[in-house]
């Protein structure tokens, strides 16, 4: 799989929660990664043929399969496995592939932030909360239950807006 495969795997992934049930447009998976309705639907077609992606509908509607849904880590590559799958847990402290897994998806938050097109209190209380997560992770032992309220907080912002790539990652970090 090359690498535009793998990010269209990946948002998929994100946008369906990983249930193979779940359907969304290959069309919105592609805008959410920037890209035009030819190189989505290209995208889309080579992970049909793998066998990772299902079509189910004319007008592109699409669902992770069982398989692509399983091999996700090897998706995102080994560098990111442990943290694309990891959760804040119960333990006081977080791990560290639990603490890469909050700085992924608060990376991703930031960078999509701007184009939310949040009025000017919602956006200063999301990048209040996201500083209130990085300056936790920034401690030598950040507390879980600090982030894990922070994220909460993020993900009301979040579920303002439908199929948002990033919440799902969220959903999955608190284990919600």
């Given amino acids: 799989m090359d690498e535009a495969g793998r990010q269209f795997l990946k948002r998929l992934f994100e946008q369906t929660e990983g249930q193979s049930a779940r359907q969304v447009s290959m069309y919105d998976v592609g805008a959410a990664l920037g890209w035009d309705r030819e190189a989505a639907s290209r995208a889309a077609q080579d992970l049909m043929a793998a066998g ?29 496995r442990n943290a694309a799958l990891a959760r804040l847990g119960s333990s006081r402290i977080m791990d560290k592939a639990a603490g890469q897994a909050v700085e992924l998806v608060c990376d991703d938050i930031k960078a999509q932030a701007g184009s939310l097109g949040l009025d000017f209190d919602t956006l200063a209380e999301l990048m209040a909360d996201l500083k209130t997560v990085a300056d ?41």
């Fill in 52 to 80: 990772l992606v299902e079509i189910r509908t004319l007008s592109g509607g699409i669902g992770i399969s069982a398989a692509g849904a399983a091999m996700m880590p090897e998706a995102l590559g080994s560098g990111n």
């Fill in 136 to 176: 936790q992770m920034g401690s030598p032992r950040p507390k879980t239950a600090i982030v894990r309220e922070g994220l909460r907080s993020v993900e009301g912002v979040l579920k303002q807006f439908a199929g948002n790539r990033n919440l799902a990652g969220v959903r999955g970090l608190i284990g919600d």
